[in-house]
């Protein structure tokens, strides 16, 4: 599990394709600190695995799955990626659950300031959008980040200078690709719910339904 609070950014190294994959060589240097074969880690948001590193830089592995839902087969060498490793037992949690499962990507349809923030704007389909709530929360490449306004086919952020400068963010153009993440919160509201229609006429929630489902 992540928080959405990058640690790093990091540079790719390099990019080995195979015939639908690829492994992913990247430059780091905070998140080396106590990094271990088989660790996870959040590279623009997507959970990948380690599989080798050394004292500059970490490999993983990235399946077609993967490279299908997200940005990643995108990335060129180098490039910058937001980092953050697995949130560690009695860590602080500064920003929201996030499982690095990407559910696709959005576009960036528009940027502007606005005094010392920037707003983002941000294309994403339908699928995705049904999720996403005014003052809920959002992943952006890793970013755990707040939605400050939504629209039928857009939803927009807007970030702080920190954020900006400790991020990829800063480097986005208009018509950049990002990895996007819901709130998880949501998807397993709609389960539930879907599971209600099934058992109740009505789809009205008891709470022999709620006992059910261990609440």
Not at 2 to 9: K, L, M, P, R, Y
Not at 70 to 81: I, P, R
Not at 135 to 156: C, R, W, Y
Request: hydrophobic residues 40%; contains cysteine.
């Amino acid at each position: 599990m992540f928080t959405g609070i990058i640690e790093e950014i990091g540079t790719v190294k390099s990019v080995k394709h195979g015939s639908r994959s690829i492994v992913l060589r990247i430059g780091a240097e905070k998140i080396l600190g106590d990094i271990h074969t088989g660790d996870s880690i959040a590279v623009n948001g997507v959970c990948l695995t380690v599989t080798d590193y050394d004292e500059k830089s970490f490999c993983a592995d990235v399946m077609p799955e993967t490279l299908h839902r997200s940005s990643l087969a995108d990335l060129k060498t180098g490039g910058h990626v937001n980092l953050e490793r697995a949130m560690a037992a009695g860590g602080r949690f500064g920003g929201h659950i996030v499982s690095g499962h990407i559910d696709g990507t959005g576009k960036i349809a528009g940027i502007r300031r606005d005094d010392n923030a920037v707003w983002f704007d941000i294309s994403a389909d339908k699928k995705i959008l049904r999720y996403i709530v005014e003052k809920g929360s959002i992943t952006i490449d890793g970013i755990s980040l707040t939605v400050a306004g939504l629209t039928s086919d857009s939803f927009s952020v807007s970030i702080i200078p920190h954020t900006l400068s400790e991020t990829i963010l800063g480097e986005k153009i208009k018509g950049s690709m990002v990895n996007l993440e819901n709130d998880i919160i949501g998807k397993y509201v709609e389960k539930l719910m879907l599971q209600s229609d099934e058992k109740n006429d009505g789809g009205r929630i008891t709470l022999d339904f709620l006992a059910e489902n261990g609440y």
